[in-house]
């Protein structure tokens, strides 16, 4: 069964970034499709990027040209960078290996 470990949220100002990393256990790391979703207070799920074992990615409108996933499958990681925050990006973000979802990292945007 794969585990994931989600890290690297916070609070931080608009216009800031941060990078959430989220680190898989198991031996399926390579083949897998990766992806991440958020949840923002009072709102439902919302996909923000995937990126499959071939190194295809593709993106949400919302978030298109202000994040970046990657993943290290070498350290059987994927990486989200987030550039130019906004206080729409409040969420608590969720990363999937397949359907299999982590814990959660709360990202906060605020001054």
């Known amino acids: 069964q794969v585990q994931l470990v989600e890290s690297g949220g916070g609070l931080v100002q608009p216009g800031g970034s941060l990078r959430l990393s989220c680190t898989a256990s198991g031996r399926t790391f390579s083949s897998a499709r990766l992806s991440w979703a958020r949840q923002a207070p009072g709102k439902g799920l919302e996909w923000v990027s995937e990126i499959y074992s071939d190194g295809i990615t593709t993106y949400a409108d919302s978030v298109k040209g202000r994040f970046t996933i990657s993943r290290d499958n070498a350290k059987n990681t994927v990486y989200l960078q987030m550039n130019s925050l906004n206080s729409e990006d409040t969420a608590v973000y969720y990363c999937?290996?397949?359907?299999?979802r982590g814990q959660g990292t709360q990202v906060t945007v605020s001054s």
């Open positions: 999937y290996h397949g359907s299999i």
